[in-house]
């Protein structure tokens, strides 16, 4: 019975530092590959990898880096450009189910296999940017523009911004990363809930707006990391 009784006395001591030791690990997974996805935009513009004939970002979908087809030139691209992990693009949190369709862009995501989070943490791209000079709440500042004539506000030709939430405040982690076309990466603890995970992929609980933050927010919430 003693031996039973330290036994449990040193799982409980052991399972905070446990847990905390996997929050900290998939903190550090989402922060990588949220970065990744911010390596693959700057691709997807320099290497025009959709073949619209428009050098800018794609701002559809996270699931859109990873497969898409271009059918606006008439010519379809080959169903997967593969510049992000087919985990991250698993982990979209806004692709409508099945993928993104969008007038003459359409990815299928779900055809590489199930949709699920990726190390406890969910991605997606931001609607609108709210910073200074961006021109908040104008068309300059959404994320989502049509920038190749075609009809399907999916692009931008000088910014994006993309985020990673965990599924489960605490269990899974407890920061939000968001990045930028600056490569620039910010973190924030909001000290609870942000996605309700009762779905796949969960909604969102409103504590994050999907937006680039504004300046005052940012300066006074949001951490810069290196």
Do not use: C
Not at 36 to 44: G, K, L, R, W, Y
Not at 54 to 77: E, H, K, P, Q
Not at 164 to 179: D, F, N, R
Not at 204 to 209: A, V
Request: glycine share 10%.
């Amino acid at each position: 019975m003693i031996v039973i009784a330290v036994l449990a006395i040193l799982t409980a001591l052991a399972i905070p530092g446990i847990l905390k030791s996997s929050r900290t690990a998939n903190e550090q997974n989402a922060a990588s590959s949220l970065k990744t996805v911010a390596t693959a935009e700057a691709d997807f513009k320099t290497n025009d990898a959709d073949n619209n004939a428009v050098r800018d970002f794609w701002t559809g979908d996270i699931a859109g880096l990873y497969a898409i087809d271009n059918t606006s030139t008439g010519t379809a691209l080959p169903s997967a450009i593969k510049l992000i992990e087919g985990s991250v693009a698993l982990a979209d949190l806004w692709t409508a189910t099945g993928g993104l369709s969008n007038g003459n862009y359409a990815n299928d995501v779900s055809t590489f296999g199930i949709r699920s989070n990726k190390a406890g943490y969910w991605y997606g791209m931001l609607l609108e940017d709210l910073s200074t000079g961006a021109a908040p709440g104008a068309p300059a500042g959404l994320y989502q523009q049509d920038t190749d004539g075609s009809g399907d506000a999916v692009h931008n030709s000088s910014r994006f911004g993309a985020v990673a939430l965990p599924e489960a405040y605490g269990s899974t982690g407890h920061l939000a990363y968001i990045v930028n076309e600056r490569n620039t990466m910010f973190s924030r603890d909001f000290g609870g809930e942000l996605l309700n995970a009762g779905v796949i992929p969960p909604t969102s609980t409103g504590l994050f707006d999907r937006n680039w933050p504004d300046d005052a927010t940012r300066a006074a919430f949001w951490s810069k990391l290196d």
